[in-house]
């Protein structure tokens, strides 16, 4: 009885002393640490040395990066270097035009430098190129990139760092990188989940989503149109009856639409209100083009931030010909704004009511250019700008009949079938009467005058 007692006891001395250890946080051995890289490696006589412009860099701002590869080693060398940039869109985006060496060859392939030449005994090769951390990236991040040379047998590494900071905008920049860094959250959105062609996509969503907020001002503009057409007849009227006197017809014109509550220029708020957001969309597209974010194409288009994807590029993509850029690719970028041109004098033929009055009459007939304009515009901003338009145009045909259905559904059950008639009111009836008719009353007080009449000859 004893044995098992004491049997009993070790077992809880046991079991208590595992749980205090199991309780107790695990503590993992320290980790390695990592091995630094300078930016400096000498060995054999050969040196790789690769240094930045700046140590703090704002976000959209350029930095410089200088690699030079000297060869003492007392005899020839053949050397490749690769530099790979950190990734997009949080990454550095390569400038591929800024690319220069003075021995050997060089190129960008991929947001990367890559580099290879021969170098004798005291040759030097000094490689210069820029990169930009993009302004949608966030700030107070440290950005490595390692120069690797290869020779031989033999592998050097050399880095440079930096650490970036957030930029200075003002009121309108901070609009437009509001835009770019919608966009850009957009397409990596879609992007994880499988959607092809993401950032075209994320372009259309962001069209979808202004159309929405400037919703209440497009059914405005519908009904100022709507308006303006049932005011055509009076307009008419009015041109008719102060034919020589201009100045008259104005007032009377301006006090029909005040009576009504028309505003003539009501179809172009909304407009003017999008105004800035094109302006604000063109100048993010350049940005995010600029800052190596904007590559991707869209079904047929070669690039989104094609066919020109800098500051006023013009028509030096298409003109003269041939197309500096290929007969293919300048077709399949001239697709857009053909498209555009359609839907937008489709739109404003929709949206545009026919008039009587003059000066509405030309102010129509110098709008009938806008589309060849917003057509030339295509033909010199990037695609991306265009895709936005065209999928402007095609919502707003599809809001003006939704919202016209609306107002025709409810104009119909708010006016009385035709030939029906509205009941009279009964104390009405007692006291009214239509033209020409006689009501029991009115037959009875004729009928006692003619008696009396009757008994005074009498």
Not at 121 to 149: M, V, W
Not at 362 to 388: D, E, W
Not at 428 to 449: R, Y
Request: glycine share 6%.
């Amino acid at each position: 009885m004893r044995t098992l007692k004491l049997l009993v006891f070790v077992m809880s001395v046991v079991g208590l002393a595992s749980l205090l250890i199991l309780s107790q946080p695990a503590t993992a051995a320290p980790p390695d640490a990592p091995d630094k890289i300078d930016p400096l490696a000498q060995q054999d006589g050969v040196t790789i040395e690769k240094l930045a412009s700046k140590d703090v860099v704002a976000l959209g701002s350029v930095v410089s990066y200088t690699i030079k590869i000297k060869n003492d080693s007392g005899q020839a060398i053949e050397a490749t270097l690769t530099d790979e940039l950190p990734e997009l869109p949080d990454g550095l985006a390569l400038q591929t035009d800024s690319i220069t060496t003075t021995i050997g060859t060089v190129e960008a392939q991929h947001n990367a430098v890559l580099w290879s030449g021969n170098l004798e005994n005291g040759d030097e090769a000094t490689i210069l190129y820029s990169a930009i951390p993009p302004t949608t990236s966030s700030p107070q991040e440290n950005l490595e990139n390692t120069a690797i040379l290869k020779y031989g047998e033999t592998t050097r590494q050399a880095t440079a760092s930096i650490n970036t900071e957030p930029p200075s905008l003002g009121i309108w920049g901070r609009f437009v990188n509001f835009i770019a860094t919608a966009l850009v959250f957009f397409d990596k959105s879609l992007a994880s989940i499988g959607v092809p062609y993401a950032f075209g996509f994320a372009i259309i969503l962001f069209t979808l989503l202004v159309r929405g907020a400037t919703f209440p001002l497009n059914m405005q503009q519908i009904k100022s149109s709507k308006a303006m057409q049932e005011l055509q007849p009076k307009l008419k009227e009015l041109q008719e009856k102060h034919k020589g006197d201009k100045e008259k017809l104005a007032q009377e014109q301006m006090r029909l639409y005040k009576e009504h509550g028309v505003n003539p220029l009501g179809g172009c708020l909304p407009m003017l209100v999008q105004m800035p957001i094109w302006i604000a969309l063109y100048r993010a597209l350049i940005q995010l083009s600029s800052q190596g974010l904007l590559t991707e194409g869209f079904f047929w288009i070669p690039s989104l931030s094609g066919p020109v994807s800098s500051w006023g590029g013009g028509l030096d993509w298409l003109w003269p010909l041939p197309p500096s850029i290929g007969w293919p690719s300048a077709l399949a970028y001239l697709v857009m704004p053909v498209l555009l041109v359609v839907s937008q004098l489709y739109m404003q033929n929709l949206m545009t009511p026919p008039s009587t009055d003059p000066s509405q009459a030309q102010v129509q007939s110098i709008m009938k250019f806008m589309p060849l304009m917003f057509g030339y515009f295509a033909l010199i901003v990037p695609s991306g700008l265009t895709l936005y338009w065209f999928t402007s145009n095609v919502l707003g045909v599809a809001q003006h009949y939704f919202t016209k259905t609306q107002f025709d559904t409810k104009s119909k059950t708010s006016e009385p079938p035709v030939g029906s008639s509205a009941p009279v009111p009964a104390s009405a009836s007692s006291s009214t009467s239509l033209p020409g008719a006689t009501s029991e009353g009115d037959d009875k007080g004729k009928n006692v005058k003619s008696k009396r009449k009757s008994r005074r000859k009498r």
